[in-house]
Each structure stands twice: as C-alpha cells, then as structure tokens.
T-cell receptor, first 113, second 109 residues
Framework: DTAVSQTPKYLVTQMGNDKSIKCEQN?????MYWYKQDSKKFLKIMFSYNNKELIINETVPNRFSPKSPDKAHLNLHINSLELGDSAVYFCASSPDGTNEKLFFGSGTQLSVL | RKEVEQDPGPFNVPEGATVAFNCTYS??????FFWYRQDCRKEPKLLMS???SGNEDGRFTAQLNRASQYISLLIRDSKLSDSATYLC??????????FGRGTSLIVHP
C-alpha cells in the first residue's frame, strides 16, 4: 500500500564501501527525485528523473549514480563512501514534475563510519 | 542570496496561540509554492499549496506576495500536535522543487 517505498531504512557501513538505496513508487507518477538531508536538516535536491530520463543532476560527486530502470523505480548507487555522505536520503515522486506536490519515501539513514 | 530562506526558529508558543512564518524566495519566475510539515525523523508531508489569492485549510492560512517574493503560513489556535518543522517549497521551474531550511515550531502546554 505504501506509495513511495525506499529500502533500506538504515544503512551503516565503512568508508570506501559501495552501497545502493532502492526506491519504488506505485502512484503512476512520471517524475522521481533523490534528496539529501544533512545534519542541519537542509533538504537538498540531488537528482530528478522524468520518465526514466535524467533531468537534473545538481552538484553531486560522480560517486553518486542514479539508475532508473523504469519510471516507477529510481535507485541510488554510491561508490567509495565518505564520512561526509552520512545523511538521510529521501526519495520522492510527483505526477509530472512541473508544479505538483511531492510524495516522499520514509528515508534512508546512511551512517558512514 | 539563498534561493529559499526561512527563519529556522525555534518558535516556542503556548497552546492556543497564533503563530506566523514567512519564507522568501529569490527567483521571481517561480511558479508554484507549498508548505510541507516534517516531524522528527520522518519524511516531509505536504501541508498545503499556496495560491495567489491566498488559501485557508482549517486553522492554517497560506498567503503569497509575489511583489515582495515571500509566502507566509499562519497557524491559529496552536495545538501540541502542531509541533514540527515547517518547510517552504518553491518550484522555480520544471523538475526543480527547492526547499527552505525549515522553521521549527514548538507548542507547549
């Protein structure tokens, strides 16, 4: 029943490892996003995909690689994790990415040790 | 100047009080505006959209001032359950919803 689901909810890992976060939406939306919320609670957009096509790639290190196999899924793969990557990562979707509201997943708390 | 700015607070108010938050934005071409609410350790959830003519939803009133480039949120008769962080979101163009840092509200008995 969950509209936007992301897994895992918690991810604890060592520096230098590679990890992935998965996101799926069952709302039939065309647009999906990844946001990063740092320790100061600032939500910063990382990527935006519309119908599997990359629309926005903000100033994010190329260690972060999004993958959208279809418009219902947007996964985030992170290579060579660094301490500064520790944050909460939120996936979101919206009907068409223009002026519609966002539906968020429950977030993935990433802790890099 | 940051794209979307909010006073982080916290705003500490007693139950029953009226409290108002403002949010300023820098992109005059911004098309749509929203207020989201985020509870501690939870995801943001849409509270209300903000329309040019202003809109009300129960105890919550949102206003848009395009000339001065700000939006506001007024909460009347505050409840303990209103304690949360309120995030202003401005959609500056297709696919770019930009969040403010949020304003923390604490409602105490």
């Amino acid at each position: 029943d969950t509209a936007v689901s992301q897994t895992p909810k918690y991810l604890v890992t060592q520096m230098g490892n590679d990890k992935s976060i998965k996101c799926e939406q069952n709302l039939g939306h065309d647009t999906m996003y990844w946001y990063k919320q740092d320790s100061k609670k600032f939500l910063k957009i990382m990527f935006s995909y519309n119908n599997k096509e990359l629309i926005i790639n903000e100033t994010v290190p190329n260690r972060f690689s999004p993958k959208s196999p279809d418009k219902a899924h947007l996964n985030l793969h992170i290579n060579s994790l660094e301490l500064g990557d520790s944050a909460v990562y939120f996936c979101a979707s919206s009907p068409d990415g223009t002026n519609e509201k966002l539906f968020f997943g429950s977030g993935t708390q990433l802790s890099v040790l | 100047r940051k794209e979307v700015e909010q006073d982080p607070g916290p705003f500490n108010v007693p139950e029953g009080a009226t409290v108002a938050f403002n949010c300023t934005y820098s992109n005059s071409a911004s098309q749509s505006f929203f207020w989201y609410r985020q509870d501690c350790r939870k995801e943001p959830k849409l509270l209300m959209s903000v329309y040019s003519s202003g809109n009300e939803d129960g105890r919550f009133t949102a206003q848009l001032n395009r000339a001065s480039q700000y939006i506001s949120l007024l909460i009347r008769d505050s409840k303990l359950s209103d304690s949360a962080t309120y995030l202003c979101v401005v959609n500056g163009g297709s696919y770019i919803p930009t969040f403010g840092r949020g304003t923390s509200l604490i409602v105490h008995p």
